[in-house]
């Protein structure tokens, strides 16, 4: 599969001029033959011809001068066994944890059971230094972490310092504040585009953009160290493969979403609270923040960083979004971005990416609020990142502080360019998992799962790790076969007084549904959530009494409208149809609300001054006319035989949803207080698009 270089391609170590490679001497058995030393950022991928009968290799490094004389002493730095990759017949590692710009000497040797085998030949090669010309503005930007060769992590000040200056020397980065913390510490997010990024949360959904959130849990920073480098890179490399990227879509860094955790080195927020048990429920202000930022730039896919305590385990645990109310596209593409390109691209480049819980730990379940699976529920094709905390056996020369924090800031920064390569080079196949996704899900079809997950089996023999993540099958009580329309809220439970979040932040449920983007419609004194909307399977876990993280238990509603209907349905209150066939015209009053899904409808449907109306799904025969509706407007995945038109709806301030319709006619829209939204998902019309619908 071809792929899209981020970075500046490696030099091999053999092309380089200072390299001295000794005359070969004969050949001795078992030893390792054909050894090549290939530079990357912060690393050097070592390949060498399999051995017979080997049952893992050791890797020497020595530092050496310009000509190859030892400055110190050599130690080994790795331990290749079979379990690190998916084509043992080609041994690779990553060797790592040294100080960019250095030079050594590489050797390699097998182990049969115990018993050493003769060294290779020696490679040498000078390592490349850290990205960027020294002398060439904003390239010659450094970070704290960078300048203190991983002796200090960058500093929140020297964070928005170093963000800051690329903001004003880059064209194609901005900074935008997303929120704040408790402590008052701004949420950052850069925002990469070529020659520039688009000027405004739409115009950036629009490119399908991708999202890397680098530090959540405060004391696990090196995945926003490895963010802080590739902001340089992205803004600054002349790259042809970066300026693809940035030419075709749209970047989305988050270096810190906890910078209160981050600044006191503590895993949870000000509070307390471990931020990654909080991505559904939303009860502290830098999820509230974030939540809010994903409905408004709408990323398709995206990445998560943290570390794992864990010395037995590889360099690169990954894991997709596993709650099984993720649509399977979502988890089948998410599962194909790490097995299929992580573990074949780390096994060409030494690195060892394995499942999240590869060693048989009980981690890497189906929690809705942790936000791999938050963001598969809101149908983002996404993995978790892991980076080994300590180095363990495989890499035993990570006793050093500095050389254990360079491994894993530049291990991520290889995961998160593979991560760009990898949505540029399959966009349109995570686009489509994204529409059936939001189709799926608004259709309100299937059961609905209150905890438990996709089954991640073990990767065909041989498998990059020694087990696959446990099995979190959901209990039988944790199950709803018959899914409700919506849920009905009471006042006190929409607008009341919440006791849970941080002092002085705390949020009602009807701030935390609009963070989250979510429609809601008021009929007389109640507050109902349709689950015809796209992030459909998370719904309910918030609003169920069966929730296991809930927020509310709020009142299922069930369809009031079932099978054939013959005259004309005058639609008052609120009113759900399910798999019916309605023959005569609708009207939904005003105040009223029509729910509607996997329905014919044999007549025009009329809706003017109502508070919500919603179908997805179904079939209607004659026009459609939508006009200053207050609440909702929801037009997803219907086929209508007739003009649509869309006029003068507040929408309760939403953009009104008209997504992959197909409409046999005119689609029109005038006067609606926000510019309706197809959410990337085109609409097929034979008519004519006008007004503000014309885009879509």
Known sequence: ??????????????????????????????????????????????????????????????????????????????????????????????????????????????????????????????????????????????????????????????????????????????????????????????????????????AIAATSPVLINCNVHGN??????????????????????????????????????????????????????????????????????????????????????????????????MLPPRHQNVAREIFDESMNMIEGHMYEQGATDGWWACPYGCTGASVGLGEETILRNTLGLKNVVNSLLELRSSGGATRPDEGNTSNNRRRKGYSALWTFTQFLDYHRANHSAIRQARGEAIKLQSGNTGRIVFRGSHEVPAHPAPHPGETPPPVDAPRQELILDNAPCAYRLTEEQYNGERTDGAAGHRTTVAQRLAAHGWRVVKVGDGYFVP????????????????????????????????????????????????????????????????????????????AAGSAGLFMSGNTVHGPIQVANVTDAVSLINNRVNGPVNLVGNRAGGNAPFVAANTVQGPLNCAQNTRVPTNLELSNSVAGPRSGQCAGL
């Open 1 to 202: 599969m071809a792929t899209v270089s981020v970075v500046a391609s490696p030099t091999a170590a053999s092309a380089d001029p200072l390299t001295r490679v000794p005359a070969l001497n004969a050949v001795e058995p078992n030893q390792v033959q054909g050894l090549k030393v290939t530079q990357g950022y912060g690393f050097a991928t070592l390949a060498w011809t399999h051995v017979d009968g080997a049952t893992d290799y050791q890797i020497e490094r020595t530092p050496v001068d310009a000509d190859d004389v030892p400055t110190g002493n050599s130690v080994i730095t790795g331990l290749w066994r079979p379990n690190r990759q998916v084509n043992n017949e080609s041994p690779t590692f990553a060797d790592a944890g040294f100080n960019p710009g250095l030079r050594f000497q590489w050797r390699v040797r097998a182990r049969i059971g115990t018993a050493e085998q003769p060294y290779s030949t020696p490679v040498s090669g000078t390592t490349q230094g850290s990205w960027g010309n020294p002398d060439a503005p904003g390239e010659s930007l450094r970070t704290q972490w960078e300048t203190t060769q991983g002796a200090q992590y960058t500093s929140d000040v020297n964070e928005y310092a170093y963000t800051a200056a690329i903001d004003e020397l880059s064209d194609r980065m901005r900074v935008v504040e997303i929120g704040r913390t408790i402590l008052n510490r701004p949420i950052n997010m850069m925002v990469f585009g070529h020659p520039t990024p688009p000027a405004t949360p739409e």
């Open 220 to 317: 696990e920073p090196g995945d926003r160290e490895a963010c802080l480098i590739l902001a340089r890179q992205l803004a600054f490399s002349q790259d042809p493969g970066t300026i693809d990227v940035l030419t075709n879509s749209t970047v989305l860094i988050v270096p810190t979403i906890n910078g209160d955790g981050r600044a006191a080195n503590t895993r949870g927020n000000n509070a307390g609270q471990d931020l990654n048990r909080d991505y559904s429920l939303v009860r502290q202000p830098e999820t509230l923040a974030f939540v809010k930022m994903l409905q408004e730039y709408r990323p398709v896919a995206g990445y998560d960083g943290h570390e794992y305590g864990n010395s037995g385990t590889g360099d690169l645990p």
């Open 531 to 606: 689950l015809t909307q796209p992030e459909r399977g998370l719904i309910p876990l918030l609003l169920d009494g069966t929730g296991v993280e809930r927020l509310v238990a709020g009142e299922r509603v069930y369809p009031t409208l079932t099978g054939r209907h013959n005259g004309p349905l005058r639609v008052s209150g609120f009113t759900c149809v399910s798999g019916a066939n309605v023959n005569g015209p609708v009207n939904v009053q005003p105040g009223a609300v029509l729910v509607a899904s996997g329905s014919s409808f044999n007549g025009p449907i009329t």
